[in-house]
């Protein structure tokens, strides 16, 4: 996988809140078939053995469809799992020495606010940047808000890939389309989405459009 030639049109971050495994395997399954283009998967409360072996499941989903899996701030388990890449937060581990630790090969993304951070991020060897949040969020209530006019700064201001970030679903994802983001990233719209295939080409859609 060519990691120049990512689409971040529709990048699903999972959420586990009260489903099992299977049922969080079968709806990336299903968001895959849709046009999810994307998966990271996010786990702040799993042990690392939990982890690592939801991990090692949804990378046969991925790799099935040719769709990069991106491990959220676990380093380890994305190694263990041999993922695509990795993405980190502001409070994680420096991304440059996870760019050194995970190597040129594999995608770096990290979760960039201001001005400063996605400079920063893009200095310091990020493929992507993960920012927002754009609308509010009940999935990261701690996440810092930004308008869509400082998102658009934000894009205009790095030559790496800006995907948007917090809160985005059917209804507003429209609205972000002049900003010059390379996706939309969302979690409850898909996770929560009665029919996680039809949420999925639905934003494609929207994105496309």
């Known amino acids: ?35 999810t283009s994307v998966v990271q998967i996010r786990e702040k409360t799993a042990s690392t053995k939990d982890f690592y072996q939801l991990a090692l499941k949804v990378k046969e989903i991925t790799s099935k469809y040719n769709v990069p899996l991106i491990i ?5 388990i994305a190694l263990a799992v041999d993922s695509e890449g990795v993405h980190i937060g502001q409070d994680d581990m420096p991304a440059d020495i996870a760019r050194e630790i995970i190597g040129e090969d594999k995608i770096l993304g990290v979760s960039a606010a201001t001005i400063e951070e996605v400079k920063k991020a893009e200095a310091d060897g990020a493929d992507y940047i993960g ?20 998102l658009k700064e934000l894009v205009d201001t790095v030559n790496i890939p800006i995907v948007a970030i917090g809160g985005i679903n059917l209804e507003n994802a429209e609205s972000l389309k002049d900003t010059g983001i390379a996706g939309f990233s969302v979690v409850s719209a898909i996770m929560s989405a009665d029919n996680p295939k039809e949420a999925s ?3 494609k859609e929207i994105y496309n459009k």
Not at 72 to 76: L, Q, T, V, W
Not at 134 to 147: E, H, N, R
């Open 201 to 203: 080409k639905t934003l």
């Open 131 to 150: 920012s927002g949040a754009v609308f509010p969020t009940a999935t990261k209530d701690d996440a810092p808000s930004i308008t869509k006019e400082e």
């Open 72 to 76: 959220n701030d676990r380093i380890d």
């Open 1 to 35: 996988m060519n990691k120049e030639n990512i689409d971040y049109s529709v990048y699903l971050v999972t959420d586990h809140k009260g489903k099992t495994n299977e049922e969080i395997l079968n709806i990336i399954e299903e968001a895959i078939k849709g046009g």
